[in-house]
């Protein structure tokens, strides 16, 4: 596809969701703030966002820094972020992190994706949320919205995230990188969901190679 047919699709998604609070993602929420960012996305994998925006908002309001959260104890760690799931690894992230952020980068994010990704339990997806959301760097975080949408629009053709975020490269307009991941997602949650989507309420249906074939029939 070429990329001024996405961007005419960017576009239309873009002023469709205008008025929507996407802050409501979790990774929206502690914008601003790097550390809250990262240890949010940690806690996310394998979690409903509602049940992680709860867990983080319980978390942080004991705890904001490395050095705070290394002094919460196991036990009490793991009864806190016990509903995110894998408490236990995720309880083994979150301090080997912390630990890791306080004796290398002085207590700091890193703002490079090498950095980032050299830290124990952090993964090239978690790396570009950060940089994307808490430094506003153009990078892609692809999550399974990311990857599966851009498939069904026929923008690209891969078979996983990895691949995806490098074949968007290629294809999606810079301008467009701050904003993608946290645009698909709630596109990917409210109208192109994987089974049944809205395909009547969706403001680039006529786009869709997936409905075009449809009609066709």
Known sequence: MKPNNI??????????????????LNSLRHKGDPYKILIGCLLSLRAKDETT????????????????????????????????????KKCVSLKSVSKELIE????????????????????????NIVLNIAYNQQV??????????PNRLGWIKTKNAEESEFALMKVLPKQYWIDFNALFVLFGKTICVP???????????????RINVEKSR
């Open 195 to 209: 089974i049944s989507p809205k395909c009547s309420e969706c403001p680039i249906s006529k786009h869709c190679p």
């Open 140 to 149: 892609l975080p692809i999550d399974t919205h990311c990857h599966r949408i």
């Open 104 to 127: 290398k980068y002085d207590s700091k994010v890193p703002k490079t994706r090498e950095e980032l990704i050299s830290i124990k339990h952090i993964g090239p997806k978690t790396a």
């Open 53 to 88: 925006n709860r867990i983080t908002d319980e978390l942080f309001n004991k705890i904001s820094t490395p050095q705070e959260l290394l002094k919460v104890s196991d036990k009490e760690l793991k009864k806190i972020i016990f509903s995110t799931g894998h408490f236990n």
């Open 7 to 24: 961007s005419k699709e960017m576009e239309i998604l873009a002023k469709y969701f205008q008025h929507t609070d996407r802050t409501t």
